[in-house]
């Protein structure tokens, strides 16, 4: 099965500024590839899909890209509330497996 | 809306059984997939199987496949899943979710399964 390796495990970030996070494939996953958002005592939401796509509810501070191996998610200009757990998720091949997760927090 | 309504927080013995739901509402719920997924205690999230409500195709992760049972009744909206015999290592939140290409776009509340001797 395809192994997603997310990095950093825990990335401190002071609100206002731009946090980067980043997905890795151990093969091609195209472009299938999805983000979630989790904050603590919540299921989790689905934040994009297709790699580059919003979902429904999220505003344009949060974008996603990336193809084939290396995804990155870019959070602008953060702000309260989007401190969370992140995971990625590649949807090309079965079973369908996620990353090990981001947890963005306050610096 | 769509939303999917799973059942309530569960307590039991090593050995047990148990079989927990997820009701779905707000769209026609028989054309869609349904997954679960678990989140063990300070872990990260784990794909277990989906169920096509319509006529009940399952499919499971490979790491899940004769761990846990994935069934649906689509007469009720409901899907369900079920442990024969439960470990203390089944001790997790699972959640259920409507799927749109292997993407899980509506999440369930999520089950606590404590199991404890």
């Known amino acids: 099965e395809i192994v997603m390796t997310q990095s950093p495990a825990t990335l401190s970030v002071s609100p206002g500024e731009r946090a980067t996070l980043s997905c890795r494939a151990s093969q091609s996953v195209r472009s299938s590839l999805a983000w979630y958002q989790q904050k603590p005592g919540q299921a989790p939401r689905l934040l994009i899909f297709a790699a580059s796509t919003r979902a429904t509810g999220f505003p344009a501070r949060f974008g996603g890209s990336g193809s084939r191996t290396e995804f990155t998610l870019t959070i602008s200009s953060l702000q309260s509330e989007d401190f969370a757990v992140y995971y990625c998720q590649q949807y090309n091949d079965w079973p369908p497996t996620f990353g090990q997760g981001t947890k963005l927090e306050i610096k | ?117």
């Open chain 2, 1 to 117: 809306e769509v939303q999917l309504v799973q059942s309530g927080a569960e307590v039991k013995k090593p050995g047990e059984s148990l079989k927990i739901s997820c009701r779905g509402s707000g769209y026609s719920f028989p054309n869609y997939w349904i997954g679960w997924v678990r989140r063990m205690p300070g872990k990260g999230l784990e794909w277990m199987g989906i169920i096509y409500l319509g006529d009940s195709d399952t499919r499971y992760s490979p790491s899940f496949q004769g761990q846990v049972s994935i069934s649906a009744d689509k007469s009720t909206h409901t899907a369900y899943l079920q442990w024969s015999s439960l470990k203390a290592s089944d001790t997790a939140m699972y959640y259920c979710a409507r799927l749109r290409d292997n993407i899980l776009a509506h999440w369930g509340q999520g089950t606590l399964v404590t199991v404890s001797s």
